[in-house]
């Protein structure tokens, strides 16, 4: 079974980047599975941010492209999420997640990141 | 770009009723490219259909989902106390790669 984990800070200012951590164990992030980053604004519903795939193809949400990147860590099984500029709308929670026959399969518990000064 | 719509916002129902849950797509969206999801206040999202009629790992089979043209339907057949949440449609589109959820449904107790 598939157990993620995200971790970062849960305080960020305004124009500053936010930056995220998955830890992924059960499984290897070099299997032949896309990965994603989704996230939930406190109240709201689910928003795709992007995706990767361990060859180095990604993906991302055309809302969030110019801010958002995604990167792997081979050597420890995790990958990560750098949103830059980030503005109060920028709040939520965000989830790491393992994709699967077009739909998000395993999904992390979340963290919280709060954008204010 | 496709935009999912759910309906209703809210459904007040009591348990042991069946529910009908509706995702109404804007362009044809293959049925392959449909998942369902359940929300219970702060926990993550749990997948329970995808390929709009493919119950995930061990989803009961009191959940079941199906397909007509741009509407798709989730229903759950005998409302157990756990079951009242929030649902998400979900769809896929390939041209760019990208992933859109609907606004949700609140099924809530009556």
């Known amino acids: 079974q598939v157990q993620l984990q995200e971790s970062g800070p849960g305080l960020v200012k305004p124009s500053g980047t936010l930056s995220l951590t998955c830890a992924v164990s059960?499984?290897?992030?070099?299997?032949?599975?896309?990965w994603s980053w989704v996230r939930q604004p406190p109240g709201r519903g689910l928003e795709w941010i992007g995706e990767?795939?361990?060859?180095?193809?990604?993906n991302y949400n055309p809302s969030l492209k110019s801010r958002v990147t995604i990167s792997i860590d081979k050597s420890k099984n995790q990958f990560s999420l750098k949103v830059s500029s980030v503005i109060a709308a920028d709040t939520a929670v965000y989830y790491c997640?393992?994709?699967?026959?077009?739909?998000?399969?395993?999904w992390g518990p979340g963290v919280l990141v709060t954008v204010s000064s | 770009e496709i935009v999912l719509t759910q309906s209703p916002g809210t459904l007040s129902l009591s348990p042991g009723e069946r529910a009908t849950l509706s995702c109404r797509a804007s362009q044809s969206v293959s049925g392959s490219y449909l998942a369902w999801y359940q929300q219970k206040p702060g926990q993550a999202p749990r997948l329970l259909i995808y390929a709009a009629s493919i119950r995930a790992t061990g989803i009961p089979d009191r959940f079941s989902g199906s397909a007509s043209g741009t509407d798709f339907t989730l229903s759950i057949s005998r409302l157990e106390p756990e079951d009242f949440a929030v649902y998400y449609c979900?769809?896929?589109?390939?041209?760019?790669?990208?992933?859109?959820f609907g606004q949700g449904t609140k099924l809530e107790i009556k």
């Open positions: 997640a393992r994709n699967s026959f077009y739909s998000i399969e395993y």
């Open positions: 979900q769809q896929y589109g390939s041209s760019p790669p990208t992933y859109t």
């Open positions: 059960g499984g290897s992030i070099s299997s032949d599975d896309w």
């Open positions: 990767f795939h361990h060859s180095g193809s990604t």
